[in-house]
């Protein structure tokens, strides 16, 4: 079984910066792909950052500049930082892990239980 456990949302206001961590615990061989995407109300969960099979990172465009994913792999954890946040950046956000489990060595695809950001105007 592995857990993605995310923290650091909250309520901030427009231009201020936020960081939001995620951790995965369990019995995992490694972990392939780490990535943040965010939902926000009547949408679809959108990509917002992530590590490429290369280990390059991607961004959406609507972050680019803003954001920065980062990672520490000897922690298992994965970290998006929000800078200049805008209020159109209010939405759940969740990290993404696909693991490559210790005892079968299948891959799967694990997802942290969201956090809440809201970016007041």
């Known amino acids: 079984q592995v857990q993605l456990v995310e923290s650091g949302g909250g309520l901030v206001q427009a231009g201020e910066s936020l960081r939001l961590s995620c951790a995965a615990s369990?019995?995992?061989?490694?972990?392939?792909?780490m990535g943040w995407y965010r939902q926000a109300p009547g949408k679809q969960r959108e990509l917002v950052a992530a590590?490429?099979?290369?280990?390059?990172?991607n961004y959406a465009d609507f972050v680019k500049g803003r954001f920065a994913i980062s990672r520490d792999n000897a922690k298992n954890t994965v970290y998006l930082q929000m800078n200049s946040l805008k209020p159109e950046d209010t939405a759940v956000y969740y990290c993404n892990m696909g693991v490559l489990l210790l005892t079968t060595l299948q891959q799967l695809d694990y997802w942290g239980q969201g956090t809440q950001v809201t970016v007041s105007s």
């Open positions: 590590f490429t099979s290369d280990g390059n990172t």
């Open positions: 369990g019995r995992m061989f490694s972990i392939r792909s």
